[in-house]
């Protein structure tokens, strides 16, 4: 029978912040294709109803409690998992506000938790877990604004594009131990965190008038690239930032006239 380069039987993988959103989407996409799943949040008793429902799928999910702005919540979470062949470092947060109304705190709280943190567990779980297995798949969350600045998104674009160049700095770092590390960078899709846009429906417009697709990303539009890096289908390619963001980063500008 022809191997099959998406399967990850026997695989488990960590997904942080499976609260909600695009967290639990790409854990249900990695469930599906056959690993067992690590979930996480500030809040564990918040993972019950995920927890039963990637047991429906019939795989195992275990809930752990982690803060990816605290290095003793890191520590401790790395030395629970136990074995791990995936991880996708998902939890992340935003801040929208113009830049002169930025304070201290808030540029804390986003860099932290998308950059610091992103390192921080990469680096846990790739000292406990992957190193001493020489091998390891790491799949950093990055965003459109990886590659593109939006105004109002000053820290959340500085951390993004921090991802993208920290991305290229572990695939470096932690090839020669067998272990891949990409980014998989979303574009516009409807969760808790941007939900105050799509309540609007001129900015709806907007957003889709500026997407080549012509609409923002549906639940299942990430399955396949985060079970590609995931997976055998991707052993040779690291240190690479994937869009999958329906063309916005392509700039769609409108640039003839009528
Ligand atoms: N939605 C989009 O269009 C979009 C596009 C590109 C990239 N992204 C990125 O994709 C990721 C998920 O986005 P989303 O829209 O699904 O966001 P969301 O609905 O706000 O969910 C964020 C998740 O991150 C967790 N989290 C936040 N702060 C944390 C911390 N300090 N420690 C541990 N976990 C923490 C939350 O868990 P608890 O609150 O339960 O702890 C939650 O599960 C984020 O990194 C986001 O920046 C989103």
Redesign the pocket.
């Known amino acids: 029978m022809a191997h099959n380069f998406f399967d990850l039987t026997g695989k488990t993988a960590i997904v942080?912040?499976?609260?909600?959103?695009?967290?639990q989407y790409m854990g249900r996409a990695l469930a599906r294709a056959g690993a067992d799943l690590v979930i996480?949040?500030?809040?564990a008793d918040?993972l019950g109803e995920f927890q039963a429902e990637i047991e429906a799928l019939g795989q195992k999910a275990t809930p752990l409690e982690?803060?990816?702005?605290d290095e003793t919540s890191i520590e401790a979470f790395a030395r629970a998992c136990g074995k791990v062949d995936i991880l996708v470092n998902?939890?992340?947060?935003?801040v929208r506000k113009p830049a002169v109304e930025i304070s201290w705190d808030d540029w804390n709280t986003v860099l932290d938790?998308?950059l610091r943190?992103t390192f921080f567990v990469s680096q846990a779980i790739a000292k406990h877990c992957m190193i001493p297995n020489a091998s390891g798949r790491i799949i950093n969350?990055?965003?459109?604004t990886c590659v593109a600045g939006y105004a109002g998104l000053g820290p959340?674009c500085a951390s993004r594009g921090g991802v993208k160049q920290l991305t290229m700095s572990l695939a470096d770092d932690w090839g020669p131990h067998g272990i891949t590390v990409n980014c998989l960078?979303?574009?516009?899709?409807?969760?808790?965190?941007?939900q105050v846009l799509y309540e609007n429906e001129e900015w709806v417009e907007y957003l889709c008038d500026r997407i080549p697709l012509k609409r923002p990303?549906q639940p299942n539009d990430l399955d396949g690239s985060v079970v590609f890096l995931a997976s055998d289908a991707s052993a040779y390619v690291t240190g690479q930032t994937l869009l999958v963001d329906g063309g916005i980063s392509t700039g769609a500008t409108k640039a003839t006239v009528d």
């Open positions: 942080t912040g499976t609260s909600r959103g695009l967290g996480t949040s500030r809040d918040s982690l803060d990816v702005r998902n939890a992340g947060c935003n938790t998308n943190g969350i990055g965003s459109v959340y960078a979303p574009g516009w899709f409807k969760t808790a965190q941007n990303g």
